[in-house]
T-cell receptor, first 115, second 113 residues
């Protein structure tokens, strides 16, 4: 596709429910990143994939958060037992493999609201 | 881990004047420093970046300087225009940028007409 696509654009869920957020990267981009941006804050790194494997998941806040990228393209961020503090915009970005790194393109994000 | 501090949190300048936003980082292994601009309700967009092997980079009205010894870098915008109004984020990364970025908290730049 032309850019990074994220769905849904908005998601409202009740506390305790399970949610899945989807990211469709730019075609051919092997690196994929998830960030979380709370109101008035900068994006916070969660996890990044090189191909199908998670190269760095050190930013996942706890074991309620999990992400997969089974075929090295689309990725799903999964949040179990959602809490109100999980409310944020979840941003996905992708980049081609290799250096020099020339920055990446963010998707429009999924605004998650936990009520 | 890396910690990035950004100042000021809000900056108001007259149209046509210059704006400077400053960031410091803690991890001396960081070697890639991008700046993102985010307009209200939109995604962050890369406007300029610098790597640790250079001290300054310029692109039209925007420039970034890096002082590795002091571990700080700055964004300079000259001849500011109304469309420059946005939130600006600095970030730092190891691994040339291919690893995850650590962002500052952002600077809300307001251009007064």
């Amino acid at each position: 596709g032309a850019g990074v696509s994220q769905t849904p654009s908005n998601k409202v869920t009740e506390k305790g429910k399970y949610v899945e957020l989807r990211c469709d990267p730019i075609s051919g981009h092997t690196a994929l990143y998830w960030y979380r941006q709370s109101l008035g804050q900068g994006p916070e790194f969660l996890i990044y994939f090189q191909g199908t494997g998670a190269a760095d998941d050190s930013g996942l806040p706890n074991d309620r958060f999990f992400a997969v990228r089974p075929e090295g393209s689309v990725s799903t961020l999964k949040i179990q037992r959602t809490e109100r503090g999980d409310s944020a915009v979840y941003l996905c970005a992708s980049s081609p493999q290799g250096l020099p790194f020339n920055g990446y393109t963010f998707g429009s994000g999924t605004r998650l609201t936990v009520v | 881990g890396e910690n990035v501090e950004q100042h000021p949190s809000t900056l108001s300048v007259q149209e046509g004047d210059s704006a400077v936003i400053k960031c410091t980082y803690s991890d001396s292994a960081s070697n890639y420093f991008p700046w993102y601009k985010q307009e209200l309700g939109k995604r962050p967009q890369l406007i300029i970046d610098i790597r640790s092997n250079v001290g300054e980079k310029k692109d039209q009205r925007i420039a970034v300087t890096l002082n590795k010894t002091a571990k700080h870098f700055s964004l300079h915008i000259t001849e500011t225009q109304p469309e420059d109004s946005a939130v600006y984020f600095c970030a730092a990364s190891k691994g040339g940028g291919a690893d995850g970025l650590t962002f500052g908290k952002g600077t809300h730049l307001i251009i007064q007409p």
